[in-house]
Nanobody, 116 residues
Framework: QVQLVESGGGLVQAGGSLRLSCAVT????????MGWYRQGPGKQRELVAS???????NYADSVKGRFTISRDTAKKTVYLQMNLLKSEDTAVYYC??????????WGQGTQVTVSS
């Protein structure tokens, strides 16, 4: 069974940076996709960025050029480097893994608050 634990959230001023980490226990199989999602106050959960085991990345338009998703296979950790943060990036950020057959596992979330 795969378990995900996020860390790295916090309070930062607009224009600042944070790096989120998602540590994975269990196996990340070839063909799985790791993703970061967020849910802001009063908003639906949305995809921020994703990366496949082949390294293919995908980003929401709102974060392109500011956020970078990366994966350390040896450490079984996925990162989200967030630069030039804006107040609208304030949200709870969740890590998710989607297995090749469609099963999904979520982390518990980490709060990111950007003050203007």
């Amino acid at each position: 069974q795969v378990q995900l634990v996020e860390s790295g959230g916090g309070l930062v001023q607009a224009g600042g940076s944070l790096r989120l980490s998602c540590a994975v226990t269990g196996s990340i199989l070839t063909g799985s996709t790791m993703g970061w999602y967020r849910q802001g106050p009063g908003k639906q959960r949305e995809l921020v960025a994703s990366v496949t085991t082949r390294g293919t990345t995908n980003y929401a338009d709102s974060v392109k050029g500011r956020f970078t998703i990366s994966r350390d296979t040896a450490k079984k950790t996925v990162y989200l480097q967030m630069n030039l943060l804006k107040s609208e990036d304030t949200a709870v950020y969740y890590c998710k893994v989607r297995m090749p057959w469609g099963a999904e596992s979520w982390g518990q979330g980490t709060q990111v608050t950007v003050s203007s």
